[in-house]
């Protein structure tokens, strides 16, 4: 399930950035407000290496404290 999510995110946060381009007449200055779409389709991308990065640092640290 882990490839459809890494495909499928970015895909959906794309399609919010398009449609708030083509909806919200104050597109780029919009971004900025947590209550636009934009500012979470700019947002939803960045998780994606942020959850692959904690998730290799659990398993190291697993593998660091078994073998101590």
């Known amino acids: ?3 459809t999510l890494t495909v499928l995110v970015p895909l959906l946060s794309l399609a919010g950035l ?3 381009a ?4 104050t597109f780029p200055q919009g971004c ?3 209550s636009s ?3 979470y389709s ?3 991308p960045v998780t994606i ?3 692959v990065f904690f998730h290799l640092w ?5 593998k660091l404290f078994r073998h101590n």
């Open 58 to 62: 659990t398993w190291m640290g697993i």
């Open 42 to 44: 700019l947002l939803l």
């Open 1 to 3: 399930s882990l490839p």
């Open 18 to 20: 398009f449609y708030s």
């Open 32 to 34: 900025t407000s947590t």
């Open 37 to 39: 779409l934009c500012f």
């Open 22 to 25: 083509s909806v919200d007449e």
């Open 49 to 51: 290496p942020v959850y």
